[in-house]
């Protein structure tokens, strides 16, 4: 039977540091490879069981139990803890991998983008103005309703009545070539 190392750990002795990972390494990676999704998760949950036996070193009691049950004790918390972590945060991507780049974009985007321009460019300048503030801007219609001093009721329909205003224009049976960027929305009707 191997002697106790945790009561030395708890001293600060940096031998029995060493030689307690040496001797817990590969029980605590077996266990943490079993609850981590990924290798890197599980050395991250490693790193923090390894660091929590140190902390709590001291708390060993050999009357209670063997080094090893505290040392899987410890392990098994500590992973448990590192899971319900991980799912608690979001997780998160760069915008760079959502949006391509400018030279990834396809030429039929471009062209549908200023087609789209065209369409908006017809609207009424309220009209545009909600619009450009909602789409680019990503204002909900009472914030564009405090910016602008519109009433809310207002900014509604021109949101609306905007939108459907490019949908037909980009769906005139002309062809959106037929779209010209200085004629205006009353002109149409």
Do not use: N
């Amino acid at each position: 039977m191997l002697a106790p190392l945790l009561p030395r750990v708890a001293a600060g002795d940096a031998a029995a540091t060493r030689e307690c990972v040496a001797r817990y390494g590969r029980l605590v990676w077996s266990l943490a490879r079993r609850f981590c999704a990924s290798a890197e998760d599980a050395e991250d949950a490693a790193q923090e069981v390894f660091l929590d036996l140190w902390k709590s070193a001291a708390r060993f009691d050999a009357t209670a139990g063997s080094e090893v049950t505290f040392v899987g004790v410890v392990t098994r918390r500590r992973l448990i803890d590192h899971r319900r972590r991980l799912s608690r945060t979001p997780t998160t991507q760069a915008l760079t991998d959502t949006f391509p780049a400018e030279s990834e974009v396809p030429p039929e985007l471009g062209a549908e983008a200023a087609l789209a321009a065209r369409a908006v460019s017809r609207l009424r300048p309220e009209q545009q103005e909600v619009l450009m503030l909602t789409v680019c801007h990503g204002l909900s219609h009472d914030d564009i309703a405090k910016k602008t001093g519109l009433p809310l009721g207002t900014v509604k329909a021109h949101a609306r009545r905007g939108l459907i205003a490019v949908r037909e224009l980009l769906a005139d049976p002309k062809g959106p070539e037929s779209i010209q960027p200085d004629s205006t929305m009353e002109e149409r009707s």
